[in-house]
């Protein structure tokens, strides 16, 4: 450490820029405000939510932070509910029924899921556009598989969808694609190459014949893992 400054030298002067006027009060330093449930911002972080709701046709709004859990392992990073998304290779919306709360980071990987893959592969399949899914499991406080004990689930954060149905729009042939149950070999070709999709927009992909929890869903997350690289795919 330097030695001591002199006493005899007095205090030593403020750089003139860190100079403050005796005759003007204190400015004061506002805190952010911490919502409940919510993780803390970091610098930037907001820009997620931001970009995510100028993308023309994206439905999406922050989620009330009166409707976020409390509990300090269910988190989210900017929470959004999120309506519908937008498709450039359609020029259309997928809606997400009923409308799930996740982190921003999540909308945003499903969000190019449906763009790049989802959509182009219905559209090849059954020269139709994909219209929706019906989904459940968003945000839920809860333990993984609904375990008493063990590890959170991706779905506490936000982090996790799991996807019940593809809704196509009307025409020749059915309109509903169900995970747990394809109807005939176009459905199934058609589930096969979506989850192999997911397998790559996704840390995790887990459906029908992986264990007995997921045999009537797709389940995708965004867990992070030791390499971003690596993925878990069932």
Do not use: Y
């Amino acid at each position: 450490m330097p030695p001591p400054r002199p006493a005899e030298l007095g205090a030593p002067e403020k750089p003139r820029h860190e100079r403050i006027d005796p005759s003007q009060p204190e400015p004061q330093r506002s805190q952010p405000a911490q919502e409940l449930g919510a993780a803390p911002r970091e610098p930037g972080a907001a820009g997620c939510i931001d970009a995510l709701m100028a993308v023309q046709g994206n439905r999406i709004r922050p989620a009330p932070p009166e409707q976020l859990p409390r509990d300090q392992a269910c988190r989210i990073e900017e929470a959004v509910v999120v309506e519908a998304l937008a498709v450039r290779s359609s020029s259309g919306t997928v809606a997400l029924v009923p409308p799930p709360t996740l982190s921003c980071a999540m909308a945003k990987a499903v969000s190019g899921w449906l763009d790049i893959a989802v959509q182009p592969l219905a559209r090849g399949q059954f020269e139709k556009d994909l219209l929706a899914l019906q989904v459940g499991g968003g945000q839920e406080c809860r333990r993984r598989n609904r375990a008493s004990a063990g590890p959170f689930s991706e779905h506490a954060t936000g982090e996790a969808l799991d996807i019940f149905a593809f809704r196509l729009e009307p025409g020749a042939g059915s309109s509903e694609i169900r995970v747990a149950k394809p109807d005939g070999l176009p459905q199934e070709r058609f589930l096969a190459a979506t989850r192999q999709s997911a397998c790559g927009a996704f840390m995790t992909a887990l459906g029908p014949g992986s264990d007995a929890a997921h045999a009537d869903h797709l389940h995708v997350d965004i867990q992070e893992r030791r390499s971003p690289a690596s993925r878990f795919c069932q």
